[in-house]
Nanobody
């Protein structure tokens, strides 16, 4: 499984961005998918997760502002980010669990920068 993240950029505080994560390869092994982020000088943290059935969960810091979703074919995941804050500045990574093996797949990061 390969994951390709895109959609990052520079935005002013209060603005919006939509990230995409496209999966390719043996996508049928994918179970839950997640977005993580790593702010400058900090550890990577979980932002949101969506199960194979489409059930979302969010970190408290993004609840009410971010929306995670997946398309019907489960080969693309999205993160709609609204009301962005400077604290949201980070490299955002997508992640997928393998339903058959204890394996996790990571995409390359996409930079999100929110200016004040």
């Amino acid at each position: 499984v390969q994951l390709q993240a895109s959609g990052g950029g520079l935005v002013q505080a209060g603005g919006s961005l939509k990230l995409s994560c496209e999966a390719s390869g043996n996508i049928f092994v994918i179970n839950a998918m997640s977005w993580y982020r790593q702010p400058p000088g900090k550890q990577r943290e979980l932002v949101a997760t969506i199960t194979n059935a489409g059930s979302p969960n969010y970190a408290d810091s993004v609840k009410g502002r971010f929306t995670i979703s997946r398309d019907n074919h489960h080969d693309t995941m999205y993160l709609q980010m609204n009301s962005l804050k400077p604290d949201d500045t980070a490299v955002y990574y997508c992640n997928a669990d393998d339903r058959y093996r204890p394996e996790v797949y990571w995409g390359q990061g996409t930079q999100v920068t929110v200016s004040s």
